[in-house]
């Protein structure tokens, strides 16, 4: 079966379980099978491959070209199984819109083809490992592919001129909060103040809807936060989903504010803490 078949087949079959966050680095999620695993703080999902030497090779040279060319497979199906697992709001995942718009899989589709080998090597047992990854964000970004199901359809205003705030941090640390593509900012009352009414779908496909730092010293150093940031505590999780959270009415009201005198939510500049308290 061609390549792009197979990858076909798969984004419209695979099953997966949701990635889990890893213990060290809360930004990164890694998928039960062990294929891939997305960086959300660096914005990029990547997919392992194996390849062994085949027994019936003419040559060792030949053998070894052989076992590197399966692990190049091997990483375009996991890139393809994985990439639908990647969670985008907090009740769906990339495998829900491929799965309902033609559209929306053949982009995905294109979207792995463009996948970037960044490492590849021999195993001590002469096997070979081959790591690909393709962006999140950005023209050639999975989120490219989803936009016009997840972002609004029409441009948003964009405040020009050098009025502050100059971005978002919303303090999540300690509240189990899970990133996702397509994050959403609740206030007390369940009216949503971020996520899709707001964004510009410019920004948003080139950047990301939001970031994950760590912890306050990287949000602080982020572009999206720049030099006076609005910094809010959020109270807990979204009403329905863990991607989600809910500020306090009046901070509620400081970040509809600041969107409105310097378009802080239209550009997406918006940084989200997750992990454990005090970080």
């Known amino acids: 079966m061609k390549l792009h078949a197979a990858i076909c087949l798969l984004l419209m079959l695979a099953s997966l379980s949701a990635p ?21 703080e660096r914005q990029v999902l990547k997919a392992v491959g194996h390849g062994v030497l ?5 040559s060792e040279a030949q053998a070894a070209l052989m076992a590197r060319a399966a692990a190049i497979a091997d990483a375009y199906r996991n890139l393809a199984s994985v990439t639908n697992g990647v969670r985008v709001t907090g009740e769906t995942y990339v495998k829900n819109f491929v799965t309902k718009s033609d559209e929306v899989r053949l982009k995905v589709e294109g979207f792995i083809h ?5 490492s590849e090597k021999q195993l001590p047992d002469r096997s070979f490992e081959v790591i690909l ?12 592919g989803l936009a016009p199901e997840i972002l609004p359809g029409g441009r948003q205003p964009v405040p020009e001129g050098n ?8 303090d999540a640390l300690g509240l189990s909060v899970k990133p996702a593509m397509s994050p959403k900012i609740y206030d007390e009352g369940g009216k949503e103040v971020y996520g899709t ?11 990301g809807i939001a970031a994950y730092p760590r912890n306050m010293a990287q949000a602080l150093k982020s572009p999206r936060a720049g030099s006076q940031p609005l910094i809010v505590k959020a109270l807990r999780r979204g009403p329905k989903f863990a991607t989600d ?18 378009g802080i939510l239209a550009r997406c500049s918006v940084c989200i803490l997750i992990g454990p308290a005090g970080k």
């Open 245 to 262: 959270v809910v500020v306090n009415n009046a901070d509620a009201d400081r970040i509809r504010e600041a969107d409105r005198a310097a």
């Open 133 to 144: 990854q393709v962006p999140l964000v950005g023209r050639n970004g999975l989120i490219s």
């Open 197 to 207: 009414v707001a964004v510009s779908p410019d920004y948003a496909i080139e950047v």
């Open 54 to 58: 085949p027994g019936d090779a003419e």
């Open 163 to 170: 009025q502050k705030p100059t971005g978002l941090i919303v």
């Open 114 to 118: 463009g996948a970037e080998i960044i």
């Open 20 to 40: 889990s966050l890893a213990a060290d680095n809360p930004a990164v999620e890694k998928f039960e099978s062990g294929n891939g695993w997305v960086n959300w």
